[in-house]
């Protein structure tokens, strides 16, 4: 059992959970993460450690409450328990010094961005941040993520906070400069999101890292659920990933096979409206 010591709400369905979990926070590095159950028998739920506390022995979760478990998982009251959290798991953060870097964060995916760029400032890396979002309500970490970058820039959809439209805008402006054009990019957050940044630094040869969330369910390389195609080659996210090169991902495929159970997600989301659901309760 893990005891949630804090749920904070960032943005609209999206909750920051601080849990004591010293050997994860102990053994993790950047860019892997955990496999949770709320509950036993309960769908088993991919999380990127998004920061870890040795000393108070703690990870933060940040979770989009967009299905039932996941919905479940955020009503997790302060003092109340999340039964497994099991990590970490995938490959750690690939981090070196680059001339410059990068970094993009699309919505939700900025919360699995930050520890990348934790741990790029902390070689020594000048950082641009990009963070994108629907609207200025949801534009995440701005402060954690200003303190880690040489210059933050944000883009929303609707023009409510930062530059009118998307991140792809603001990384082909910085290319055209030799001064500002990086020599790495690391993106996160919705799959054409990815893809139209992979698209933008092909030409230019600038290598881009992105990561990427496939479904997942053991987490182990075992079930073959987080299947993705990297270079023609069959990869699993879970044990090669969760971080690609970006200009070799089949975002298509990826696309596909995360509407694979889109159906069962949405009765499971209308059952849990429903009176029957004790989920959350
Ligand atoms: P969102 O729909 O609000 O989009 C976030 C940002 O991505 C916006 O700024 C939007 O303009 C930008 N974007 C979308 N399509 C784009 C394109 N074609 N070109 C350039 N920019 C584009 O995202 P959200 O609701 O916060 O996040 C949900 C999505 O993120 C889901 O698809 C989820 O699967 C994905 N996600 C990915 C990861 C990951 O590890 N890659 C982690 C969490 C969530
Ligand atoms: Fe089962 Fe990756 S989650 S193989």
Redesign the pocket.
Known sequence: MFEVLENEIL?PE?HKLTVKAPRVALARKAGQFVIVRADVGDERIPL?IGDADVASGTISL?I?A?GASTRKLVKIPVGGFIRDVAGPLGQPTHIEKWERVVCI????????LYPLVKALAQAGNKITTI????SAS?VILEKELTALSQDLQI???DGSRGLK?????VLAELMTNPESSPSAVF???????????AELTRAKKIPTI????PIMIDGTGMCGGCRVDVGGEVKFACVDG?EFDGHLVDFDLLRDR?ATYRDQERKALDRCSSDKCKIGS
């Open positions: 943005a999206l990127t940040f989009q967009v964060g699309g919505g939700v995916g900025t919360a699995v963070i994108g979002a629907r949801f883009t929303t959809d439209g998307q991140v792809t805008r993106a996160v957050g919705p799959g054409p999101m990815m893809k139209a940044v992105v990561s990427l969330n969760p995360l």
